[in-house]
Structure formats: C-alpha cells, structure tokens
C-alpha cells in the first residue's frame, strides 16, 4: 500500500467561475458569518497540505491572503478543469486536491477520506459522491494525469465528469456527510445556511 502524507498533497481552491447567479460578485470574497467563503476552505485545508493554491481569474491581489494565486491560462471562464490544468503544471507534490471556495463546510474527513482511498486502491483519480451523484470539485488527483488532462482540454471538452470517466476513477462515498457538498451559490443558498 502507497503512504500519502501532507507533503504530497497541494491544494486548489477553485475561484475563478462567473458566479452570475451572485450578480458578478466573486464568491469565494463574499462574507459567510462574518468570513470570506474561501476561508473555511483555507482553514481546514491548511494544516493538511503541503501549500494551498488558488485558481482565479479576477480579484488575485486579494486572494493572496488565503494562498498562491494562479490563473488558468484558458480565456473565457472555460471552467474548473482549466483551473485544474494550471494547478497541476504548478504544483510539485505527487497529489492534487480539489476543492470549490464556495463550500463552507468541507470537513478534513474529506480530505482524510480520499487519502486512504488513493492509499488502498490502485488509482489516479479519487472523487466524492453523495451516494446517488459525483461531486467532481471535491477530488484528489495523480498529478501524473496532467498530459491527459491538457490533451482532453485542447479536443475543446470541458465536462469533468466526462474526464473522470476517461480515467482511472474511483468514487469514494460520503453518503454519510451529506453537509460537505452544501455549495453556496445565490443570495438564497447565503440566506439558508446562515
């Protein structure tokens, strides 16, 4: 059985989506409980992982508070994998895992999870799943998928899911952690987790 420790693993926080159903407001900045999103992420992350990287695509100077800011090299909001791409060619740990900034309540049982599932099973790819769907945003990735991923990005593809399916995945269940998945993406998500 492989050992995964903190030092080969870097975080990604994605950052860099639209949020158009925020009015344009960038998410992960937006006060939750009196915190910016993306710190509830940070603060559970931090301790372990070897560093915390933060893909964005506006706001960068202010994201530096919560890690090292990247950003995709992909024009147009091409979505999470473009993130994921940069993350990859930056990071210098033999993992990867991915995490969304609007997700408050991520727990380091995620983390923990995913670990000992990469351990115990021959894979490149561990992703969470509810149970009934998977959540692609909250995975642990083989860095040595990078190539596969730049070459799916240049077909034009975006769909995670589908280079999930392409790769070596395994879906770890969190059906008994429902909360980790809540993302708060409107006005109304704000209003219903406070």
Not at 59 to 76: K, P, R, S, W
Not at 112 to 134: T, Y
């Amino acid at each position: 059985m492989k050992s995964i420790t903190k030092k080969d693993v870097t975080a990604v926080i994605l950052s860099g989506g639209r949020a158009t159903r925020m009015g344009g407001q960038n998410k992960g900045l937006i006060l939750f409980k009196d915190k910016p999103l993306i710190s509830y992420v940070t603060n559970v992350v931090s301790e372990n992982v070897n560093s915390i990287l933060v893909s964005a695509n506006k706001n960068l100077d202010l994201y530096q508070e919560f890690g090292t800011v990247i950003a995709d090299d992909l024009a147009d909001f091409q979505g999470p994998l473009a993130g994921i791409s940069k993350a990859m060619h930056f990071a210098n740990t033999p993992y990867l895992l991915v995490l969304p900034c609007d997700g408050p309540f991520v727990s380091s049982l995620l983390l923990e999870r995913l670990i000992q599932s990469m351990q115990q099973n021959e894979v490149d790819i561990c992703v969470a799943s509810d149970g009934d769907k998977i959540h692609p945003t909250y995975s642990l990735i083989n860095i040595n998928l990078k190539d596969s991923l730049d070459k799916f990005l240049q077909t034009g593809e975006r769909k995670f899911g589908l280079w999930l399916k392409n790769n070596n995945a395994l879906k770890v269940d969190f059906s008994d952690q429902p909360d980790i998945f809540i993302n708060l993406n409107s006005p109304q998500d704000f209003a219903d987790a406070d």
